[in-house]
T-cell receptor, first 112, second 112 residues
Framework: NAGVTQTPKFQVLKTGQSMTLQCAQD?????MYWYRQDPGMGLRLIYY???????DKGEVPNGYNVSRLNKREFSLRLESAAPSQTSVYFC???????????FGSGTRLTVV | SQQGEEDPQALSIQEGENATMNCSYK?????LQWYRQNSGRGLVHLIL?????REKHSGRLRVTLDTSKKSSSLLITASRAADTASYFC????????????FGRGTSLIVHP
């Protein structure tokens, strides 16, 4: 099925460990986004990539890095995980504002 | 910071009733979108309304936009138990920014 694929779906990390969340879309969208969702906070933008080769910080970028590997793939890296990064992470893609945003199913990350 | 804010935070109704939820935002927008999120899942795009549109329909959904009041409403008619979900509005800026900003959502429970 066409859409946004995120891996892994679940992950438990120890404080200080690193990991990369992967995201790939097959809709030929130019823009991709990483959000985190915490209870009572809605979705907050971490980083986005308006087009291949560009990345920009969102509302809550501290502690994260991203790579727009190619048009399809946009990864999110936690270099040294902290308990405050326990959250559900969503990747999304869009073709600017034409048709709305397509979301992946999320990665549930727990940092202990 | 959230651009859009949904109201009410929670809504509980009986099957067959209509559900209305509202979204207010702070700055001018290009468009406003509504999304649904079922528990533990990613967000699903429902409808997009542009700043020059006042009303839009999609099946049992009706969305209105009042740019003078910086507000939108989502009406779900003849609700079903399957409509139980969280509903989010998302806005982006008219200053050339197409980055979606989400509210905290309205949690809708439809009792069979």
């Amino acid at each position: 099925n066409a859409g946004v694929t995120q891996t892994p779906k679940f992950q438990v990390l120890k404080t200080g460990q690193s990991m990369t969340l992967q995201c790939a879309q097959d809709m030929n969208h130019n823009s991709m986004y990483w959000y985190r969702q915490d209870p009572g906070m809605g979705l907050r933008l971490i980083y986005y990539s308006a087009s291949e080769g560009t990345t920009d910080k969102g509302e809550v970028p501290n502690g994260y890095n991203v790579s727009r590997l190619n048009k399809r793939e946009f990864s999110l890296r936690l270099e040294s995980a902290a308990p405050s990064q326990t959250s559900v992470y969503f990747c999304a893609s869009s073709e600017r504002d034409l048709y709305g945003y397509t979301f992946g199913s999320g990665t549930r990350l727990t940092v202990v | 910071s959230q651009q859009g804010e949904e109201d009410p935070q929670a809504l509980s109704i009986q099957e067959g009733e209509n559900a209305t939820m509202n979204c207010s935002y702070k700055t001018s927008i290009n468009n406003l979108q509504w999304y649904r999120q079922n528990s533990g899942r990613g967000l699903v795009h429902l409808i997009l309304i542009r700043s020059n549109e006042r009303e839009k329909h999609s099946g049992r959904l009706r969305v209105t936009l009042d740019t003078s009041k910086k507000s939108s409403s989502l009406l779900i008619t003849a609700s079903r138990a399957a409509d139980t979900a969280s509903y989010f509005c998302a806005t982006d800026g008219s200053g050339g920014s197409y980055i979606p900003t989400f509210g905290r959502g309205t949690s809708l429970i439809v009792h069979p």
